[in-house]
């Protein structure tokens, strides 16, 4: 018996095991209080194994249905054509995870909890709207470049304004939740959280020489896909100009390709090209209880990322007593949100960049106040806003998807 469906494309799974760690992370703390199952839809098109033979590990097949720490996570496949037809996948989705839907209500499912509100929010809606079920969606950050797109933009806003209820990440994309029709007192700011059991610094010459790195070094981390929106070739830009000054400079990349891409190859070239061979080290993707290793050898976090909705990742650094110096873009300002904890740049600012690394390289940081912050942020906080609604939701009617909830003031 699960009451809580949590609907999302993108969740761990045994084919992609790295992906939507955020939303596990959250949704499972929620099940220690509620009992829920996770519907994980995978897209999949006739013939879509010969681009394998192009882009290996594009779309990995995921079991039907796999349990993960004792919940029940199905991945039902739907239709899902490259390219201009992609906009049809939340009538897909849909349709396609129907049924599945249909008996998990009959089992005991009494409402449907969305994350992303394309396409995942958009199907979610229908099938509230088919099955008599309330739907929340939580905003995640896509929202951002969706709402850009003419064709999308009256879905992301259709979504919005039928959905029982909107969590946001970030303030930010609360205010284009509201933007685009969501109801305000029926939105409500819930941040991601960190495990501070999980993230937390290890003596830090033991974890240089992990790395064969020098006790001596100045080191930058970056952690995410390697793909164009989070930017570490616009880091490595930086690092001739930093070289100079700091001649013993290390920069880790710890991450992977991903379903947006991956740039491993563009990357290599460029540090080749650079001359930075030396000075720039893939660590490949690593595990999140391997993460705090790397996190903890290393002097500054950066990421020079196009979009984001509320990194958690920037929590796990600080986690480790790490500064994080990131761009002014979706909720980065909203975590980084004092000059004890780093510094924010413009988006495609160059100079601005490289002029915050170099500062944040050479400042004496109060780590301790840095940790402290983190652990203000754990889980638990988040849980509470979270199981507040879902419970008020669950003991209205199943039909009823207009019930009342008031946020809790942010």
């Known amino acids: 018996m699960a009451e809580l469906v949590v609907f999302s494309a993108l969740f761990p799974s045994a084919a992609r095991p790295g992906a939507g760690l955020f939303i596990r992370e959250r949704m499972f703390r929620v099940a220690q209080h509620r009992s829920l199952v996770v519907v994980s839809p995978q897209p999949w098109f006739p013939g879509q194994s010969l681009i394998s033979w192009f882009r290996p590990g594009y779309r990995p097949h995921a079991p039907a249905m796999e349990v993960q720490q004792g919940i029940r996570v199905y991945h039902p496949r739907f239709l899902s054509v490259p390219g201009m037809l992609r906009q049809f996948d939340g009538w897909s989705m849909a349709l396609c995870s129907f049924l599945l839907l249909k008996r998990l209500k009959t ?11 394309f396409p995942d929010g958009e199907a979610a809606t229908r099938l509230g709207r088919w099955l008599g079920l309330p739907v929340t969606i939580t905003l995640r950050g896509t929202e951002v470049p969706h709402s850009k797109n003419p064709a999308l933009r009256p879905r992301l806003s259709r979504a919005l304004k039928a959905a029982a209820y909107v969590f946001s990440v970030s303030g930010s994309l609360r205010r284009l939740a509201l933007e685009l029709g969501a109801t305000p007192d029926k939105t409500e700011v819930v941040g991601n959280g960190v495990d501070t059991t999980r993230f937390h610094p290890v003596e830090r010459m033991e974890a240089r020489r ?4 020098p006790d001596s070094a100045q080191i930058l981390i970056s952690v995410g896909g390697l793909v164009e929106r989070k930017g570490m070739h616009r880091v490595i830009d930086c690092l001739p100009a930093l070289v100079g000054p700091m ?3 290390h920069y880790l990349i ?7 891409g991956d740039m491993r190859a563009e990357l290599d070239a460029q540090v080749s090209r650079l001359g930075l061979a030396d000075c720039v080290h893939f ?11 790397p996190l903890s ?16 990742v920037f929590l796990e650094a600080m986690a480790c007593g790490v500064p994080v110096v990131s761009t002014d873009v979706g909720g ?16 495609g600012d160059a100079i601005a960049l490289q002029a915050a690394l170099s500062a944040a390289l050479s400042k004496n940081w109060d780590r301790k106040a840095i940790i402290e912050y983190a ?29 009342s909830v008031r946020p809790v003031e942010q």
Not at 107 to 117: C, N, P, Q, V
Not at 332 to 347: D, K, M, Q, T
Not at 376 to 400: A, C, I, M, T, Y
Request: proline share 7%; glycine share 10%.
């Open 283 to 293: 660590l490949g993707p690593l595990p999140p209880d391997d993460l705090k290793w």
């Open 210 to 213: 992990r790395y064969g790195l």
């Open 254 to 260: 710890v991450g992977g390709g991903s379903p947006e």
């Open 375 to 403: 652990q203000d942020n754990q889980w638990d906080k988040r849980v509470e806003q979270l199981l507040r609604v879902f419970g008020q939701l669950l003991e209205s009617s199943p039909q009823d998807d207009t019930a």
């Open 247 to 249: 001649p013993n400079l």
């Open 332 to 347: 980065n300002a909203e975590v980084v949100c004092r000059e004890a904890l780093g510094s924010i740049v413009p988006f």
């Open 107 to 117: 089992e005991g499912a009494r409402l449907i909890d969305a994350h992303f509100t």
């Open 297 to 312: 050898a290393s002097d500054v976090f950066v990421l020079s990322t196009r979009n984001e909705g509320w990194a958690n």
